[in-house]
């Protein structure tokens, strides 16, 4: 997805319009977004000024410490600017299509939250490519909610990967 505020990319992974990802929110201080069946349910036969309304004082707080609403969007991973998404929260309550940054969760009352994380193709398998710091190889890790300490497969330093930031720091060189 490219910003036009700083104007970077940032991968991203978009729902299909048979998903049934509708209605789904994110999250007013990061990119993380919710889908739940029974919203889906509610929307099915109309969406009105009233039901936005009861669907908007039922979503939860994000994991991140935000809050979901009807009206925020994902954020650029460069510098946290909003994309430009349809601004109308009635009309967003029919949009089948959820955009999922790289590093964002997706939480749904079907299933686990599921962290995204795309590679240089554009694939998302769960998996995360991290540099090393202490001899420059890029390999990948499995992403995890919170943090891991992954071991560089080339020299064996250790690296202290938040996933909440997707910082990396290397711990332990040449372990």
């Known amino acids: 997805m490219h910003c036009p505020a700083c104007e970077k990319d940032s991968p991203c992974w978009q729902s299909s319009g048979m998903s049934q990802c509708s209605p789904h929110f994110y999250c007013d201080r990061c990119s993380n977004a919710l889908h739940r069946c029974d919203d889906y349910f509610r929307t099915y036969s109309g969406v009105t000024p009233a039901l ?52 964002a969760l997706f939480l749904s009352d079907e299933r686990e939250p599921h962290r995204v994380c795309i590679d240089a193709e554009g694939t998302h398998d769960g998996k995360k490519i991290v540099p090393c710091d202490a001899c420059g190889t890029r390999f990948r890790v499995p992403c995890v909610s919170k943090s891991l300490i992954a071991t560089c497969p080339s020299c064996r330093g250790r690296i202290r990967i938040d996933f909440s930031t997707f910082s990396y720091e290397t711990e332990i060189q040449n372990a």
């Open 52 to 103: 936005l309304e009861d669907i908007r004082h039922t979503l939860p707080s994000c994991p991140c410490g935000g809050r979901f609403t009807p009206e925020a969007n994902p954020k650029c991973i460069h510098c946290g600017s909003e994309f430009p998404l349809n601004p109308n929260p009635l009309d967003r309550l029919k949009d089948p299509h959820v955009i999922i940054l790289d590093g």
